[in-house]
């Protein structure tokens, strides 16, 4: 399995970023997809969810309204688009592959090494 994202960088506030994370080695869309973060000194977090068909998506209440995640199954690629973004979503983007295609209650098997996102002015 390989997830690679791209996509992060820095930003002013208010700003928009668009995440990728292109995808190998399994059938991408039989699996939901994750985005997670991870802040200095803070634990890693999920903050959007897709199901294996795009049908479900779920979102943390940090972000809901702001962030939009998305996926193309014929092109292997789940995005983050996160707009209004603010210092406080400044942290390590991962993509992660969850262990089954339905979002709720299903565990993280695999990330991907992580795309930085400064969100400072």
């Known amino acids: 399995v390989q997830l690679v994202e791209s996509g992060g960088g820095l930003v002013q506030p208010g700003g928009s970023l668009r995440l990728s994370c292109a995808a190998s080695?399994?059938?991408?869309?039989?699996?939901?997809m994750s985005w997670d973060r991870q802040a200095p000194g803070k634990e890693r977090e999920s903050v959007a969810r897709?199901?294996?068909?795009?049908?479900?998506?779920t979102y943390a209440d940090s972000v809901k309204g702001r962030f939009t995640i998305s996926r193309d199954n014929a092109k292997n690629t789940v995005y983050l688009q996160m707009n209004s973004l603010k210092p406080e979503d400044t942290a390590v983007y991962y993509c992660?592959?969850?262990?089954?295609?339905?979002?709720?209650?299903?565990?993280?098997?695999?990330w991907g090494q992580g795309t930085q996102v400064t969100v400072s002015s």
């Open positions: 992660t592959k969850l262990g089954r295609a339905n979002i709720w209650g299903a565990s993280p098997d695999y």
């Open positions: 080695g399994f059938t991408f869309s039989s699996y939901g």
């Open positions: 897709i199901s294996s068909t795009g049908g479900s998506t």
